[in-house]
């Protein structure tokens, strides 16, 4: 082992520098992690990270929908809760196609949201509490409203024509326009490209029709995004969370796309031929040597691609989120709108795999669910009997996997699906299509709410419960999407009053993880691959050693330590139930029973 690993030297890796807090902190960690390949210790990876979702975050001014002064208004909450990072979701001046991914102005604050001072007092009321920003960065596609669309729209010859990708329609199709250029599709259903009466030609969209994606090809697209970023990186922002960057470079010649994949022609645009040298290019232009946090949102990623994204001579990203172990539960149809089953044995390969994958070669992002996913609760855990107790388990899992956990708005008190009723309810795009789509195939409408009560996005959007007032407190109008109606009983209100509560047990292990190295930069190392219901695994770094315990199940299955894991006395660390002195040798668990011990 290099002795300045853990340590950490001079050398800058990751685009970050080292902060005069770690640089103390170290000291106390001379050692290096059992690997031999010791990460180098790094604010972002020993943080905490927040994902806010404004909209419906907290309503300042009674309009029914979250906004920064509503922020503002709840920073002690973020601070007493002890998050080091909040990631923003969208806040940008955009018509809203796709809850504010769909931007029409990089550099201005959507008016619901509030004024470019509103944001300004959020990030210095954040960094007074030593709390740091990350923003989200869509620039795969802006709105169809940016005035660079507006312009390349306008004609063939636009000066701004190439910001985006047109094409002529295939043979002669209706009234002359063509078949689509190819058969790729939307991520929201439909075919990816749109007809624009005006210049007879296609646009392509990934996303929503009101999402034209950029084309990444085009040096000055490229600049004037660099551009963009270094604007709000002098704002003093704290990093990026871009939004499916892993999009940005499609095939040359957009050859059509294998039609039995879960999302038509995303093999010719999923780290597409460019993608790395783009990425490579931005770290370069922009972040290279600024002390800021990155983190790419990639669909499609493996392990062998996230490698090249982060590694040590990889493209300078932090982190990669990618979408493995939250696609497990696809149906036959390859895609989120299918249900099928998921298997525990297979959700513990998949993190190992990317336990061990970026062990020395990057750094993981660790998360169960955001604002994209079905609330993880409801997911993941029992949302009906067992609330409590697996939404623990499951913050017990991403606190102490290896690699910077990031807590969506609402776990911390275990926030549930919605039961839809009526598709009234419904405000998603995704979701919206999806139902139109069944409906036009002849489903039941209760057949359809099922579905979106399982897979919809808008279940992890529906307002943070602050009280058991109305609209849980998050607003004094109404509520631009309806509440759940389980706030009178699921609110921070009463998770903050009582001491055994989920919203104390996320305090506790934001605390843990802050005070144990072993948990931020342990190697991992799985016990009993193959048992269905227990997830266990050991954390170590130089001779501390943790283990963790996690019953995935209503049952009551015994754990038995693997015999050649030996230890003299143990100490309980966290657990969620009460533990009396049993040893960690073999113990029988309770319905999703969460234990972690070090090993002494
Ligand atoms: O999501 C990217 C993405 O591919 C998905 O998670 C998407 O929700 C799914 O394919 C739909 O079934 C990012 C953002 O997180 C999401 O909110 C945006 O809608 C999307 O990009 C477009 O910007
Ligand atoms: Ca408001």
Redesign the pocket.
């Known amino acids: 082992m290099d002795s300045g690993e853990l340590g950490g030297d001079s050398g800058e890796t990751n685009g970050t520098r080292r902060t005069g807090d770690s640089t103390e902190a170290m000291d106390s960690t001379e050692t290096a992690d059992s690997t031999g390949i010791g990460p180098k210790r790094e604010w972002w990876k020993e943080a905490v990270v927040y994902q806010l979702y404004p909209r419906s975050f907290y309503d300042a001014n009674g309009d029914g929908f979250g906004d920064l002064p509503g922020v503002e208004a709840k920073l002690d909450y973020l601070d007493a809760l002890g998050v080091d990072v909040v990631w923003l979701n969208p806040v940008y001046d955009s018509p809203d196609a796709?809850h504010g991914?769909d931007i029409r102005d990089y550099r201005s604050i959507m008016p619901e949201y509030g004024t470019m001072d509103d944001f300004d007092h959020v990030l210095a009321g954040l960094h007074d509490r030593e709390i740091k920003l990350v923003m989200d960065l869509?620039v795969n596609h802006t709105s169809d409203e940016h005035e660079w669309f507006r312009k390349s729209r306008q004609s063939r010859d636009s000066d701004y024509r190439d910001f985006y990708i047109w094409r002529e329609g295939r043979g002669d199709g209706p009234g002359g326009k063509g078949e689509p250029p190819n058969n790729w599709e939307s991520?929201?259903g439909g075919p990816a490209w749109t007809y624009d009466e005006r210049t007879a030609r296609y646009y392509l969209h990934l996303?929503d029709e009101k999402?034209p994606d950029l084309n990444w090809d085009n040096p000055e697209v490229r600049e004037r995004i660099y551009d963009m970023m270094d604007w709000w990186l002098e704002k003093g922002i704290d990093g990026f969370r871009m939004?499916?960057i892993d999009l940005i470079s499609k095939a040359e010649g957009l050859p059509d796309g294998d039609a039995d994949s879960g999302w038509t022609g995303s093999e010719h645009f999923t780290s597409g031929p460019r993608a790395h040298e783009f990425v490579a290019e931005m770290y370069e232009e922009v972040l290279a040597g600024r002390d800021v946090m990155t983190v790419g949102?990639m669909?499609g990623a493996t392990v062998e691609e996230a490698q090249r994204y982060l590694g040590p001579d990889g493209d300078g990203l932090n982190m990669v989120f990618h979408f493995e172990h939250v696609s497990l539960d696809y149906g036959e149809t390859g895609?989120?709108w299918s249900i099928g089953e998921w298997d525990l044995a297979e959700f513990k390969q998949v993190l190992t795999k990317w336990q061990n994958g970026l062990e020395g070669e990057g750094w993981n992002s660790v998360y169960l669910g955001n604002?994209?996913w079905p609330r993880i609760v409801s997911r993941f855990g029992d949302d009906g009997l067992y609330r409590i107790e697996s939404a623990k388990l499951l913050a017990t899992l991403l606190f102490t996997l290896r690699g910077t956990p990031y807590v969506y708005q609402g776990d911390e008190i275990g926030m549930t699906n919605f039961p839809f009723e009526r598709e009234a309810q419904v405000r998603d795009v995704?979701a919206r299509n999806f139902v139109e789509r069944k409906k036009a195939d002849g489903w039941e409408r209760a057949e359809i709410l099922e579905v979106v009560t399982m897979r919809s996005?808008d279940n992890a959007r529906t307002p943070m419960q602050w009280s058991d007032d109305e609209y849980a407190g998050f607003t004094d109008g109404e509520s631009w999407i309806p509440v759940n109606p389980n706030y009178e009983a699921v609110n921070v209100a009463d998770a903050r009053h009582k001491d055994d509560s989920i919203w104390h047990y996320y305090r506790e292990l934001i605390d843990l993880r802050h005070a144990r190295d072993v948990l931020v930069y342990g190697s991992y190392d799985l016990l009993l691959p193959d048992d269905p219901d227990v997830y266990a695994f050991l954390r170590t770094l130089g001779d501390e050693r943790v283990l963790v315990v996690l019953n995935f199940r209503d049952g009551t299955p015994t754990f038995s330590l693997p015999a050649e894991v030996a230890f003299d006395g143990t100490e309980l660390l966290v657990s969620n139930y009460p533990v009396d002195g049993a040893k960690p040798r073999s113990f029988e668990l309770r319905p999703y029973e969460a234990r972690v011990y070090e090993l002494e």
């Open positions: 796709d991914y869509v991520a929201f996303f999402q939004d499916v949102e669909p895609n989120r604002h994209d995704s996005r």
